[in-house]
């Protein structure tokens, strides 16, 4: 006869928000804070409960990153909710309510368990891959995205991927500051980043209403050789691509001044 023993679990640890991560591992770090904050019973396993403070950093950061509407809009509303909760008091159950509405906007799924019973660990063990990571056969069924972990690093893939896309699309916007430039990017790199924007969304691309702008605007980039002079339909193509992703014209316009960036990059960040 085998005995087991139940080993004694530890409480767990949320990572937190500072401007040392990067960008991706700041929008994982605020989805992972965010899913925590589904339960009662999941706070109550952490080593220590998040406060007010923590929550709207990573609501914002969040907000100010995601790019699909209806995930967004769920962070707004959890965030309005949040501003209803005070340092030291019970977490509101509309917190907690407003949380897993997010979790299921990002491809998250409720626990097999039910919200309210859900502790925390066994998500942590099937991240980990431990013996204790066998998940339910409901779990094993579907291919969807079933942990916050999982949603996360996709809102964070597509987030990377919306960033590059703004980066190049903001230089091209400014034929004044791209002709500054001492050097030019190449063709292959900017129908990169206008690629992996194309590829980031999948199935979901035809929904999103820069998908016309962004295909416009690598058609013409692929039929061009950068140099110090933009064709205006690369800048008209390129504002439109920035106005669909929900970016606004500079104050004075794309050639204002202040400029929306400082100039174009063969940096592949």
Not at 28 to 45: I, K, P, Q, Y
Not at 51 to 71: G, M, R
Not at 183 to 210: C, I, M, N, Y
Request: hydrophobic fraction near 40%.
């Amino acid at each position: 006869m085998t005995m087991t023993f139940n080993r004694p679990r530890e409480p767990r640890a949320f990572q937190q928000i500072s401007d040392r991560d990067n960008e991706a591992e700041a929008f994982n770090n605020a989805v992972h804070l965010m899913a925590e904050m589904t339960s009662a019973r999941r706070l109550s396993t952490l080593e220590r409960q998040p406060t007010p403070s923590e929550l709207l950093a990573a609501l914002d950061l969040y907000i100010a990153i995601d790019p699909l509407e209806n995930s967004r809009e769920r962070a707004r509303e959890l965030r309005q909710a949040a501003l209803t909760w005070r340092e030291g008091d019970e977490v509101p159950q509309a917190v907690h309510e407003a949380a897993r509405r997010f979790i299921l906007s990002i491809g998250g799924r409720e626990p097999p368990c039910g919200w309210e019973n859900d502790d925390g660990y066994r998500m942590r063990a099937i991240e980990r891959d431990t013996d204790e990571a066998e998940p339910p056969p409901e779990m094993k069924a579907a291919a969807a995205p079933r942990s916050s972990s999982d949603a996360s690093k996709k809102a964070a893939r597509l987030a990377q991927a919306v960033a590059g896309a703004v980066n190049i699309a903001g230089a091209l916007a400014s034929p004044r500051l791209w002709a500054k430039a001492t050097s030019w990017p190449s063709r292959e790199h900017l129908v990169e980043h206008v690629d992996q924007l194309l590829s980031a969304f999948g199935t979901e691309l035809d929904q999103q209403k820069f998908a016309a702008p962004a295909r416009r605007l690598r058609a013409l980039l692929s039929a061009w050789e950068p140099g110090p002079e933009i064709p205006a339909d690369i800048s008209a193509a390129a504002r439109e691509l920035l106005a669909a992703l929900g970016i606004q014209e500079p104050p004075g316009g794309w050639d204002a001044p202040e400029g929306p960036l400082e100039g174009p990059s063969n940096d592949n960040a």
